[in-house]
């Protein structure tokens, strides 16, 4: 088999502070395929965005520790100095930052701002070329009138269309691959589809990998052929999506799901959020990390770390969790038939010598 595009293996990016250490990014490990979406999911805080900020080479710094490997087309990212990796960032690897309107300059027309983007990567391409190329780009993007709005400035662009802004941007030189970090954050039901349909697009006629980064699952379930759920800076859960939606294995992917609307529910069943508030990276509890917000904790739990592992009938999706397979599975049951879980942890049997424990 050939060698996937872009592969993370055993990524650590640890911040020190005057308060302790911030881990947050703990051992995450993914692969992206040529042509293949990778849908990147969880809470505010879970690591997503620092794990695909590094792959960029944007967490570089004379404090940040980081260790592992990124490999893109078999080549080391992290070994790579600054220059070496500039090269790499834009052309090869184009990222669509979580806010357009930061990222994007105040101050620059639209079109300074994707002309700069092409020849700086491509110092033989004329400015009328790249002006060209560019008014191309909003075009691809579905931004209307893109002759004229290319000398438009950012204010003068709605947030949808800011959003196609850094999307042609970070497009215009035909990245292998595309990192997406919040594309539909602050954007209307419509528009969020417009922009999810317009990825699956460009994916389609570049043939690029995409890494799309979220705290929705619905955000990523119809575009995304593989999700990994990640929890105070790891990858708790990985699988193939249809796989994933359809018998979910990890209590935290449980409750991402359970916090999405659905019309094929009875109206009486209540939105459920996650109880608590994720843990500081700084001091992450003993054992699985989850554990204080889990209604299915056991004792050995506060004391366990589990890792990623697969499951028996199924080697591509991987699950970090210590209660038993058929225990999650009964449990995930109760759930879809409408109980809490609470009630849920009611009804499963007790394993020998455990304590059931608390979820506070």
């Not at 595009?5 to 051992?27: K, M, S, Y």
């Not at 000398?151 to 999307?167: D, K, L, V």
């Not at 554990?291 to 770390?305: L, S």
């Not at 499951?311 to 449990?331: F, G, I, K, Q, T």
Request: glycine share 8%; with cysteine; net charge negative.
């Amino acid at each position: 088999m050939s060698e996937p595009l872009l592969q993370v293996q055993d990524l650590r990016v640890h911040f020190p502070t005057e308060d302790g250490i911030v881990r947050a990014v703990d051992g995450v490990s993914y692969t992206v395929e040529r042509g293949k979406v990778l849908g990147i999911v969880g809470e505010s805080g879970s690591g997503k965005s620092v794990s695909s900020l590094t792959v960029m080479g944007l967490t570089r710094s004379g404090s940040a520790r980081i260790a592992g490997s990124v490999r893109f087309e078999g080549r080391e990212l992290l070994e790579l100095d600054t220059e070496a990796m500039r090269r790499i960032r834009g052309n090869d690897i184009a990222m669509i930052f979580q806010d357009p309107l930061s990222s994007l300059h105040p101050f620059y027309k639209i079109g300074r701002q994707l002309v700069e983007a092409i020849r700086v990567h491509h110092h033989d391409v004329s400015r009328k070329e790249a002006h060209d190329r560019s008014v191309e780009a909003l075009r691809l993007v579905g931004i209307p009138d893109p002759a004229r709005r290319v000398n438009s400035y950012p204010h003068e662009f709605s947030g949808g269309m800011r959003q196609r802004a850094m999307i042609a941007i970070a497009l215009v030189n035909e990245p292998k691959v595309l990192i997406a970090d919040e594309p539909t954050t602050a954007l209307d039901v419509t528009v969020q589809a417009q922009i999810l349909e317009l990825l699956a697009q460009l994916k389609e006629e570049l043939g690029m990998a995409i890494i799309i980064i979220t705290h929705d699952l619905g955000v990523v379930a119809q575009t995304a052929d593989e999700i990994a759920v990640m929890y105070a800076g790891r990858i708790v859960e990985q699988a193939p999506t249809l796989d994933l939606f359809a018998a979910p294995e990890h209590p935290y992917t449980w409750g991402l799901l359970r916090s999405i609307p659905r019309l094929d529910s009875p109206r009486e069943i209540a939105l459920e959020p996650i109880p608590g508030r994720p843990p500081s990276l700084i001091k992450l509890p003993t054992g699985c990390s989850f554990h204080p917000r889990c209604a299915f904790v056991r004792e050995a739990h506060r004391k366990v770390d589990p890792t990623l592992e697969p499951l028996p009938e199924s080697p591509n999706h991987r699950v970090a969790c210590l209660l038993d397979v058929s225990v999650r599975r009964r449990a995930w049951n109760e759930l879809r038939a409408g109980a809490t879980p609470s009630q849920a942890n009611a009804q499963l049997s007790e394993p020998a010598g455990a304590g059931r424990g608390s979820a506070e």
